[in-house]
């Protein structure tokens, strides 16, 4: 199994930019797909971002263009840079681990977008 911890949310201003940080222990992040999900309140958690342990990437089409999904496998680190924030992306990210149906979650990190 893999334990996970997203770091690096905030408050920014429309606009403005954050990178998100999923930090790996316990197992090699490159062999499972990495998701980044959001879940803003009174909203149902929504899938975001997806990376496979191939390096394809797929996005929501709310956030296309503006995100990007990554992976440092030497620092056993995923990253979602969000660019160009909008209020509607102000959420609790997720970061998930999945293979097959073993799926391994972190405690989220606040994102606040407004002025």
């Known amino acids: 199994q893999v334990q996970l911890v997203e770091s690096g949310g905030g408050l920014v201003q429309p606009g403005g930019s954050l990178r998100l940080s999923c930090a790996a222990s316990g197992n090699i992040l490159s062999i499972y797909i990495v998701n980044w999900y959001r879940q803003a309140p009174g909203k149902r958690r929504e899938l975001v971002a997806t990376i496979t342990s191939g390096g394809g990437t797929n996005y929501a089409d709310s956030v296309k263009g503006r995100f990007t999904i990554s992976r440092d496998n030497a620092k056993n680190t995923a990253y979602l840079q969000m660019n160009s924030l909008k209020p509607e992306d102000t959420a609790v990210y997720y970061c998930?681990?999945?293979?097959?149906?073993?799926?391994?979650w972190g405690p989220g990190t606040q994102v606040t977008v407004s002025s």
């Open positions: 998930n681990a999945q293979m097959g149906v073993d799926g391994y």
